[in-house]
Structures are given as C-alpha cells and as structure tokens.
C-alpha cells in the first residue's frame, strides 16, 4: 500500500516519520503544498500514483473535497490534547506562563482534556475554532490580539502561520499531530480502504434484450445482420469494462462485472451509447442492472430492473441497487429513484386504502417530488410511467376512491379538446370517506 501525504512539508514530513514506526511496511509519499488552496494542485497526481490519501489536517481535507471528488480512500490527521500537552511542555521549557496565548483550529474539549491533565485553569486564552480554509484569517486574528495587547504567545495548527510569525520573531509555537493521532488516523484510513474495495468488489449484472422496433417489416436476414450487430457493440462494451458475457436467450445478454468498473460516469456514459448506437440499428434494447452482495441477488435485482425497462413504450435503462431501491430510466431527465420494498408506514397505509401495491406508491411520490408538482392529466401520467393510458385510468380512479386523487379542473389542448387535470394527495393519512 502506498499513501499519500497532502499537506505542508513540515506537518508531512513529522507524519512520515510517525508512519515509518506504525507500519514499516507501508511506502508514503509526500505531496507538500503550504497552503490548504495548493493541495488541489496535486490531488491528481496523488491518486493517480498512491492508494490512499492522507492530508496533514481537517483544513487541507476540506479544501481539496469542497473542490474535488475523491477517487481514492482519504483520511486526515488530528490534533488532540497530547499533541497541546506536547507543546505546553515546551512552552514551559522555553520559560513561558501557560497563561495569555492564542490558540486556533483545535475542538474546545482539546484544549478542556489538556489543562485538565496538568490541573491548570488558565484565565487568559483566547480561542478560534476551525471555520474557514483560508490561513490568513487566523493570521489577522493573532496579529490582531497581539497588537491589543492581549497575548504573549501564539499556538497555531497552521504551518503557513507558523512561518509567518517565527519569520517576524514572534513567539510562535506550532501545534503537530502525535503518533497516536496518525496512528488513528491511519488505522481509520485503512478501514475505508478496505470498504471501499469491498465496495466496489460487489457483483453487479447487466441484462439485454433487444426487440425489433417493428420498422421495415425486416426479413429473415436483416434480423439476423441487426442481431449480429447489436451482439458486436455489447461484446466492445464489455471489454471496456472488463466484464465477463454470455448470450441467455435470442437477442438477450447477460453481463457480469464488478462495481468498480460499471459504477463510475464514464461507464455509464458508454452504456447509454450502447443503448444509442442499438437503437441506430433499428432494434430496441431494454436493460436492467442488479446490485447486490451475491451472485444471485444482483441477478435477481437485474431482472427485476429489466422488467421494468420492458414495460414502457421505448428504450430504457433501469437499475435496482443493493437495497432494493429501482432508479430509472437512466440517462433520462425523469430519472427517480424509489424503494420496490416500503419500510415506509405512510406508503404502507396509502397503499393499503388504494389497494395499490407500495412500490407504486413510492413511485408517484418520487415523481412528485421530481416534478416539484402533484397535478397531471391522465396521459402524462401515463407517459411519465411507462404505461397505457387505459392503465393510467384505473391508477386514477382507484386513488380518487381512496381519496387520495381528485379532478383539479380542465386543460384545453393545442387540439381544442379538454383535459381532466388530476391532483395527487399522497403523502397524507388517507381522507375521511363521505
């Protein structure tokens, strides 16, 4: 395992040391940037050469997250009350009071465990507690207090304020982290390594079918030149991936992989160009993808997610994740995600009035919340489930008798002739009946 270390090179070189006597085993490179808006400029190449990251403080942390998403397991090094007892110590060496300094970034109950390991109450602290990134905001705030009057010593947490007042002559003190706190830092870094890769260890299938789309008329032949077409883009597909694929039936595939090799944005980017380059053909694929922590339950999750994809009227990409949640159609702009199995009591019950099964109960309130408006007419609705429009009645009128649905008013469309605008109440217990 290789880590990587983000930070100023005096805080990284003290965690390099520490790490050398917790696990000698493990190589550590340092990336040293002095400032927490510096890091960002070697997070790529950090990830790209380590396995994990492990940045100097909170603040260097949260500067390269807030602007960067994470490919790798990434932890960050603390300070606690020895890593303060640590500095007293020297203070008091040096002939300081442990009384009128500045402190910054470190959590109140630090500096409350430290004095109260030397039974001392200083009276004259002053304390700013982590809340911003930016190093020249404690810099102005010492300076400030120093200027005032009103401290003699300066404790920082920053090597960029270190620098700046041991260069005035001040008397400056830098707050590093112990052993202990890398060592909890590295073992906690090593438990997200190791659930991130069991993470992306988990199986995940993808299930193909293609249909004609009934366009041509098409004879024996070009069926099976379409066919053969079709089989071509899935087997490049997969090779991308790296995923292991079998033919399950005519014109139906079955796609396994590992989660770290189809859960990432350029995976899912080629998915919807092999879904576009089918239909170019002139056939239609629908697709189900399954997570799970099995074989056999990532298969049974892809089914249930091809189902789905097969019940609407075009092309479409659904997937059911290992809780048992269905997001789809993907790559759509009313993509909802939703749970097949209701832990919910409200949906239980609203399903339960309705004699509607909970999963599309689930499915309406996620549309709702989706569209950011519970009003449809009868067709869109239908559309925007993937279903007849004569489905969509029977939906409709089940949920009015229930009370959970009634008629808003009337549209009149570009065709002149009105419709029935329909209001969903869900998310209520059910009305009382009349």
């Not at 030149?225 to 005519?250: D, H, P, T, V």
């Not at 659904?318 to 909802?336: F, H, K, R, T």
Request: charged share 20%; glycine share 8%.
């Amino acid at each position: 395992m290789t880590i990587g270390i983000i930070g100023p090179e005096l805080s990284g070189r003290q965690i390099q040391e520490h790490l050398k006597a917790i696990s000698p085993e493990t190589k550590t490179i340092l990336y040293p940037r002095e400032t927490t808006a510096g890091a960002l400029e070697v997070i790529d190449q950090c990830e790209a050469e380590c396995t994990a990251v492990l940045f100097t403080g909170v603040a260097v942390c949260t500067s390269v997250i807030q602007r960067h998403t994470m490919v790798r397991a990434y932890e960050y090094v603390t300070k606690d009350a020895y890593s303060l007892l640590t500095t007293l110590r020297e203070m008091e060496h040096q002939g300081f009071a442990l009384d009128d300094f500045s402190i910054d970034a470190v959590e109140p109950h630090v500096i409350e465990d430290a004095f109260s390991e030397r039974i001392i109450t200083p009276q004259h602290i002053r304390y700013l507690p982590f809340s911003s990134l930016d190093e020249e905001v404690y810099t102005r705030w010492h300076q400030e207090l120093w200027d005032r009057g009103e401290i003699k010593v300066i404790l920082t947490g920053f090597v960029w304020t270190y620098h700046h007042f041991q260069e005035k002559g001040y008397p400056v003190f830098y707050l590093s982290g112990s052993r202990f706190t890398v060592r909890e830092a590295f073992n906690r870094l090593v438990t997200r390594l190791e659930l991130k890769e069991a993470h992306s260890a988990q199986l995940v299938v993808e299930l193909i079918e293609t249909a004609s789309t009934g366009e041509g008329g098409g004879s024996y032949y070009s069926d099976r030149l379409k066919a053969c077409q079709s089989e071509g883009l899935i087997i490049e597909y997969c090779r991308k991936i790296q995923a292991a694929f079998f033919r399950s039936g005519q014109n139906s595939y079955i796609i396994f992989a590992n989660r770290g090799g189809v859960k990432r944005e350029e995976n899912y980017r080629g998915l919807y160009d092999l879904q576009s380059h089918i239909l170019k053909i002139g056939l239609h694929p629908s697709i189900g993808i399954g997570i799970g922590s099995t074989a056999y339950q990532s298969e049974l999750h892809a089914r249930k997610a091809l189902s789905y994809a097969k019940s609407g009227k075009g092309s479409y990409i659904y997937m059911v994740d290992e809780e048992g949640s269905l997001v789809g159609p993907l790559g759509n702009e009313q993509s909802i995600s939703y749970d097949l199995i209701s832990h919910d009591a409200e949906v239980e019950e609203i399903a339960w009035h309705a004699g509607m099964s909970s999963a599309y109960i689930a499915k309406l309130m996620a549309l709702i919340q989706l569209r950011g408006s519970a009003v449809f007419d009868v067709a869109e609705l239908a559309d925007c489930l993937g279903i007849t429009t004569r489905s969509a009645h029977r939906i409709v009128n089940k949920l009015r008798a229930a009370g959970y649905a009634s008629v808003r008013g009337k549209e009149t469309s570009a065709a002149g002739r009105p419709k029935s605008l329909i209001e969903l109440h869900l998310g209520k217990t059910a009305p009382a009946q009349s």
